[in-house]
């Protein structure tokens, strides 16, 4: 059923039933260490490059998920992946040997939330019965990518993110658990003008803001009425700027707001500015701290906003803004 301008409310919603988390050995030490699926020690997993690092965890997450709840690959209809790198390479070769018919997407650190939202309306619409959903992200690549090489050893502004190496993998389908996506808000483009990637929380706050009001309108809800609103990873510097935005609109979202980005590591101890970042960040931090409250019931409904914020090499090298966007699932609880 189509909710207002920009949301959908499953009349049979899909269940989101199962999911696997993967990280890195500095996210293994963080506040979230020892909640995940898999923390591997060596950031190369094995292989010779980040980038083949970061298909292999991709690929781990995989098939963690579909262990978890009984699956092979040839139960799953299609797939919808993404990373942050060019071409979505990493996604390409770590779901490549599991042969599942795919769908590569790029909305920067929002994927999750993107990957989740086709799943779910695919499940919804019965084009099969069981869908998958998986990002990455890893900090070797991603600054090599984005930024400078590691060997460089350059400084990082403290509005920096620390971009988290970490895959997670969710089965979205027909049967029956004990958390249910009952609808979701697609975001669109929010551009502010910024220019600062290493400032990405506030190039992606004020999507996070639009997204957010217009989940709230569609559904003809207020902030109380989630138990949490999560969004993926603005950090500390983009939070507060989010709180500033949704006040100036009527909005406070204080008591009952988080941020995967602000929670996965230890600001004090771990050096990582303000916060993490990445595909992964919001994705990880979904499956091992965020899905268990809900399936216990300890949080009745959530609105998941993982954001992105769509910057390129070239773009950002050409002089363009880094614009944002971020898109809101709707979890509930489900005896």
Known sequence: ????????????APFLINSASVVGRKEGEGLLGKLFDMIEPEDLFGE????????????????LALGKAHLRPENIRFLFGGDLLR???????????????MFGLYGACSTSGEALALASMSVAAGYGEYMLAVTSSHFGSAEKEFRFPLGYANQRPLSAHWTVTGSGAFIVGKKRSHVRITGITVGKI?????????????????????????NLEDFERNAEDYSRII???????????????MRGKGYDIKMNHMDCGMIIFDQNLQDTH?????????????????????????????????????????????????????????LEHCE
């Open 1 to 12: 059923m189509i909710k207002g301008l920009q949301s959908i409310a499953f009349e049979k």
């Open 48 to 63: 010779n490059t980040w980038e083949e690092a970061e298909s292999a965890m991709q690929k781990e997450a995989c098939l």
């Open 87 to 101: 071409q979505g390479i990493a996604t390409s070769l770590g779901v490549e040997e599991l042969q599942i018919p």
């Open 190 to 214: 929010v551009d502010y003008g910024l220019k600062d990637s290493q400032n990405m929380g506030a190039c992606m706050a004020p999507a996070a803001c639009d997204t957010i009001i217009r």
């Open 231 to 245: 969004t993926g990873d603005l950090g500390y510097v983009g939070q507060s700027i989010l709180f500033d935005l």
């Open 274 to 330: 303000a916060g993490g970042s990445g595909c992964g960040c919001a994705a990880v931090t979904l499956s091992s701290y965020i899905l268990p409250k809900i399936e216990c019931g300890e949080w009745e409904r959530v609105l998941f906003v993982p954001t992105g914020a769509l910057m390129s090499t070239v773009s950002y090298n050409e002089g363009a803004s880094v614009p944002g966007i971020a898109h809101a699932i709707v």
